[in-house]
């Protein structure tokens, strides 16, 4: 199976602040790789789609990019509602995996 | 509005059984391979299983699930749906049911919990 791993777990930033998410696969998964956020208590919702295409309404803040074995989801200035889980996740082959999560905190 | 709903979940005995069910609205059901997704609590997604569109009828489980649960849907009726067999206390967590779209999950069910215990 493919190993995703992210970094870092957690972090603490502010409202306006640049954060930025890494995800590793453990082999190359070309750009098949997801991005989604998860609100606590609520189900996830999908940011991006193959490394680097935005979903439909989701804020341009957020971006995605890499290919390979390593990709970013970067929010560019942070807002109160982006206060939440963030997921990465492979689909190259079966079975799809996600990482462990990484839960960005208001400092 | 394109919208899932979960049900069926609950507190089940180890070596006991469940049936999820989810079910669609606001977009054509028949047209979409759909999965299974679970998270174990303060844990993180795992991906459980696949079920094709009407078309190709391919199936596709987790490991950790293969010869337990068993996947299904009624296009007819809208409905996706998991048994859930000799389940274990690692079975433990938030199932969700999701909508696959270009291989990603676009739309997600408000999930129902499955709680395994004596």
């Known amino acids: 199976d493919i190993q995703m791993t992210q970094s870092p777990s957690s972090l603490s930033a502010s409202v306006g602040d640049r954060v930025t998410i890494t995800c590793r696969a453990s082999?190359?998964?070309?750009?098949?790789l997801a991005w989604y956020q998860q609100r606590p208590g609520k189900a996830p919702k999908l940011l991006i789609h193959?490394?680097?295409i935005l979903e439909s309404g989701v804020p341009s803040r957020f971006s995605g990019s890499g290919s390979g074995t390593e990709f970013t989801l970067t929010i560019s200035s942070l807002q109160p509602d982006d206060f939440a889980t963030y997921h990465c996740?492979?689909?190259?082959?079966?079975?799809?995996?996600f990482g462990q999560g990484t839960k960005v905190e208001i400092k | 509005e394109v919208l899932l709903v979960e049900s069926g979940g609950g507190l089940v005995q180890p070596g006991g059984s469940l049936r999820l069910s989810c079910t669609a609205s606001?977009?054509?059901?028949?047209?979409?391979?759909m999965n299974w997704v679970r998270q174990a609590p303060g844990g993180g997604l795992q991906w459980v299983s696949y079920?094709?569109?009407?078309?190709?009828?391919?199936?596709r489980y987790a490991d950790s699930v293969k010869g337990r649960f068993t996947v299904s849907r009624d296009n007819d009726k809208n409905s996706l749906f998991l048994q859930m067999d000799s389940l274990r206390a690692g079975d433990t967590a938030v199932y969700y049911c999701?909508?696959?779209?270009?291989?990603?999950?676009?739309?997600w069910g408000q999930g129902t919990m499955v709680t395994v215990s004596s």
């Open positions: 606001g977009f054509i059901f028949g047209s979409f391979p």
């Open positions: 999701a909508r696959e779209s270009t291989h990603s999950f676009d739309i």
């Open positions: 082999q190359s998964v070309d750009s098949w």
């Open positions: 996740q492979h689909y190259d082959t079966y079975p799809w995996t």
């Open positions: 193959k490394a680097s």
């Open positions: 079920i094709s569109s009407t078309a190709t009828n391919i199936i």
